[in-house]
Every structure is written in structure tokens, then in C-alpha cells.
């Protein structure tokens, strides 16, 4: 790693400019050009950072995004607990995707929940020669003869499968005849579209095609407060934190998509009064949908700290009637004194700190005024995966000179890093480690770094934990950060 000389940090425009223009000095011309598009600083009163995005990653750069697959099986299918999910391929995608989200569910895994068991057919050279089809059917019956009570089941499809030209749909269709129970074909080959984005759409889609309208409807007692809690994936047990402020106020959740959920849940979600989606970028074509179809509105929410907290409940309440909106000055009262304590606790333990942040979905924004209510400042923001429409709604959230970044290369974010000195960075897995090792602290914020809830009054308490934790671990100072000049030898050496 090369030495950086150290700076003193100024959240300015001229300073982020400066930035980039050093990453892509060392770039080769054409890709110079290409990435300058995904690189920007944001400005007061301008409605789009002006970020590209959704485009091609650029080979050899290496880029920290995800695959279709991935999005489907990983964010979407996955969770739905009651439901059989086949890895449709070779064993490698299925393992890597083996409950590395940590969606918490209730249910007897094995029996009746199936959400951290691993499915696979497990392709061979064979498979590839002659085709898989026969294997899926048999491993469909053998699913039905060894689980049950498993209310449905959904193929995954992984690269080969599209390469080879399998018919999930045709055996999906024939064995899903043969037991009784939806077999959903989910074509969402990695090697589709430019990152995981795709397979959130080919998954919503999904359902929109094979679930809804497809089976006669359980009995049902609808309520003027009916909504759906659309996008959050109980990870770390965020659903419940929200689903218990929303009951609180006085709604009824009937379906949570998906952590923690049913395949009835699915089914019975157009009959919802309002959707509350969480994660915009992985469920409002579904949204979007059940709005144009069934005529149910939809509204995006942030359960990240107080401050938006008591924001999104009165702007939910804002769709019901007073009985609703008195319920959400009663439960934001409610965790007042909470939510102070911790601020209280916290805020001069982290005050004027500054944060990176390089995530998926919608961590990027709505994660940053949890950090401002704990006085911390947001110098960097960026998405592996996000629209234009993402990068748009960031503006509501991000301040003058804010440096803003798409789908970022592993040597953008190391120089960035460096050059920033931040002392937390919020990011994935892939770059915990080499973030660390540059003696700056560090919280996976995919999965939250095995910790959560997050969402809610009661995972804000755990949430200004966890980063005074990762900030003000005594470790730091112990630790040499590889750029700092190296301390003369003692004379006698």
C-alpha cells in the first residue's frame, strides 16, 4: 500500500472535487471517462446529484456488486419461511447465499420454516451435457415426501440454467399440478442485467405472476387499517420493531414481505389499505403493481432513528383517520424519554465524527439521520445497485459537498478512505476487512455486523451502541495504521 500523506478533513466542495479528479487521473483514459459519470458531490438545491447509474460495471475494476440471483433468492424469496427455495445449479451460489442475512423468523426450522435450510441440485458436468430437468422434478417430489408441510416451493435459477436452456417453467408448471401447491419459476440467472437490482424486479415479478389470483382466497376479515410492512427483511429482527410501532398506533400488519413471512402473507397483501414499503429499490415494482391492479396506495417509510421515526408514523397516520394520527403522537410520546436517554448517552461519545457510507438498497439514505441524531456527520454516501430514483431521493437526505459515489471500485474506495481519514465506515462484508486494516473502524451494514434490531426506538439503542462501539474500541489505539510514517530505529539497532 502506498503512503498517503495525512490532511486535515473539510467537508467542502472543492476538497471532493479534488477527490475524484485524483482517482481518475489514474485511471486509462477510457475508463477515466466512463467512471467520472458515477462520481460527484452534491449541492445545495439541486434535485439530482447528477450520478449515473444502472449501467455496466467495468471489467477489472473490481466492483462490490452482487448478481440477479443474488437479489432474488438472497433479498426476496428467500425469507418467505413456508416456503421450499431450490438453488437450481451448481452447489457454490446456493452455499454462498446460505443465510448470510440473518432473517429472523418464528417457526420449527425443518418442519414448518424452512428459511435456514440450503437447497440445491447440486449441477454436475452431467447436468450441464443433458439438462437438469429430470433432477428438478425429482427433487421436487423428494421435497414434498421428506417436508411435508413446506406450503410451496420456488426454483432459483442460476447461470447454467439459462446458459443451457432447462424449461423450469414446464416442470414447475407439472410437478406444482402433481402435489398441490405452487412451484414458482424464478428465471434469475446471475448473468442477468448489470447487479443484483434485476433479480429484485425478476422476483417481484414473480410473484405478481405466479401468486397473486392463483388460488382461492383464505377466509379473510378486512379492516379499515389494514397495511403491509413491503421491503424489510427482519434482519437482525428489524420487522418486528416496526410492526410493533405500527400496531401500537393502531394499524393492523397483515403481511410483512418477506422476513418473517407466509406464503399466505403474500397472497393476502392486496387486500392491505395502505403498503408501506421500507426498501424502495427491491419492492416497488410490486408496490407499483398492487397500486395500479388492486388500487392500493403505497408509501415509503424510515423507521432509522427518532427524528425520521416520528416522521414516517405521522405521515402514515396521515392516510387514516384521527383515531390513527392521536395513536402516533401517543407512541413516538411514548419512546420519548427513550430515545433522549440514548441520545444522551451517546451523542458526546460520537458527536462530530464522520461516516462513509457504501451500502445496498436503502442504507445509503435512510441510515443518515440516525447517525445526525447522535450529532454525526455524513461526509460520503453511495449504492452498489441504485436507480436514478435512489440517487434522487438521497438529495432529501444529504448535505452541500456531500461526496457521493455509484457502484465503486475497490481503488476509489481505498484512496477516498484514505484521503478522507473518516473514523467509521459503513459498508459490506467484502470490504470489512481491508478497511479495518487501514486502522479505520468499520460496521457491516448489510447484515449488521451479527448485531440489530436497528429499525425502530428500540434498535436505535442498539444501533448508537454499536457504532460507539466500533468508534471508541480501545483496540484503535493499539493499532499503527500502515500509512503513518514508520518511527526511526533506536540508535543501538
Keep these: 500500500m502506498t503512503a498517503i500523506k495525512t490532511i486535515d478533513y473539510r467537508n467542502d466542495r472543492e476538497f471532493h472535487e479534488k477527490l475524484i479528479e485524483e482517482v481518475l487521473e489514474s485511471y486509462p483514459e477510457k475508463t477515466a471517462k466512463k467512471r467520472a459519470k458515477h462520481l460527484s458531490v452534491t449541492q445545495d438545491g439541486a434535485s439530482d446529484c447528477g450520478v449515473k447509474s444502472n449501467i455496466k460495471s467495468i471489467p477489472g475494476v473490481m466492483s462490490i456488486r452482487g448478481c440477479a440471483y443474488a437479489g432474488s433468492k438472497g433479498v426476496v424469496w428467500g425469507p418467505v419461511k413456508d416456503m421450499v427455495h431450490i438453488s437450481h445449479g451448481p452447489v457454490g451460489c446456493g452455499q454462498y447465499s446460505w443465510s448470510q442475512r440473518r432473517n429472523y423468523y418464528v417457526g420449527t426450522t425443518g418442519v414448518d420454516s ?35 408441510l413446506n406450503k410451496g416451493i420456488s426454483v432459483m435459477s442460476e447461470c447454467p440454467v439459462g446458459l443451457i436452456g432447462d424449461d423450469i417453467e414446464a416442470v414447475a408448471k407439472e410437478r406444482g399440478t402433481a402435489i398441490g401447491k405452487p412451484v414458482v419459476p424464478v428465471r434469475c440467472e446471475g448473468f442477468r442485467g448489470v447487479s443484483q437490482s434485476l433479480g429484485h424486479h425478476i422476483a417481484n415479478d414473480a410473484v405478481r405472476d405466479f401468486i397473486f389470483d392463483k388460488r382461492e382466497p383464505e377466509a379473510f376479515e378486512s379492516t379499515p387499517y389494514d397495511v403491509v410492512i413491503i421491503g424489510d427483511y427482519n434482519i437482525g429482527g428489524d420487522g418486528w420493531s416496526s410492526r410493533r410501532l405500527l400496531e401500537e398506533m393502531g394499524l393492523r400488519v397483515i403481511a410483512q414481505w418477506t422476513g418473517d413471512s407466509t406464503l399466505s402473507e403474500l397472497e393476502r397483501a392486496p387486500k392491505a ?62 419512546y420519548k424519554a427513550m430515545s433522549d436517554q440514548v441520545i444522551e448517552t451517546f451523542r458526546p461519545r460520537l458527536a462530530g465524527k464522520k461516516v462513509m457510507l457504501y451500502v445496498g438498497g436503502l442504507r445509503p439514505r435512510h441510515m443518515i439521520n440516525a447517525y445526525e441524531d447522535l450529532g454525526m456527520e455524513i461526509v460520503g454516501a453511495g449504492y452498489e445497485f441504485a436507480h436514478r430514483d435512489d440517487y434522487q431521493r438521497t438529495m432529501d ?3 452541500d459537498g456531500t461526496l457521493i459515489y455509484d457502484d465503486i471500485t475497490a481503488y476509489e474506495m481505498e484512496h477516498f478512505i484514505q484521503r478522507i481519514r473518516p473514523d467509521l465506515v459503513g459498508s459490506g462484508i467484502k470490504e470489512k476487512y481491508s478497511t479495518q486494516k487501514m486502522g479505520v473502524p468499520f ?51
Excluded at 426498501?279 to 403493481?289: D, T, V
Excluded at 451502541?465 to 539497532?493: G, H, Q, T, V, Y
Aim: with cysteine; aromatic share 16%.
Design 114 to 148: 424452512f428459511g435456514t435450510m440450503q437447497f440445491t441440485s447440486d449441477f454436475q458436468e452431467r447436468d450441464i451435457v443433458f439438462g437438469g430437468d429430470k433432477k428438478l422434478k425429482k427433487m421436487i417430489d423428494e421435497i414434498e415426501e421428506l417436508f411435508p
Design 273 to 334: 389499505k395502505l403498503n408501506l414499503i421500507h426498501c424502495y429499490r427491491s419492492m416497488n415494482y410490486i408496490s407499483r403493481h398492487m397500486e395500479e391492479k388492486y388500487g392500493v396506495p403505497w408509501l415509503e417509510f424510515n423507521f432509522f432513528g427518532p427524528s425520521r421515526i416520528a416522521m414516517s408514523l405521522r405521515m402514515i397516520a396521515e392516510h387514516f383517520d384521527d383515531k390513527i394520527k392521536e395513536g402516533a403522537e401517543r407512541v413516538i410520546e411514548k
Design 397 to 399: 437526505y444529504v448535505k
Design 443 to 493: 460496521r457491516q451494514l448489510h447484515s449488521w455486523d451479527y448485531s440489530g434490531p436497528y429499525h425502530g426506538y428500540d434498535g436505535f439503542a442498539v444501533f448508537a451502541r454499536d457504532m460507539d462501539m466500533a468508534i471508541n474500541n480501545p483496540a484503535w489505539n493499539l493499532f499503527k495504521a500502515p500509512w503513518k510514517a514508520a518511527e526511526p530505529a533506536p540508535a543501538s539497532a
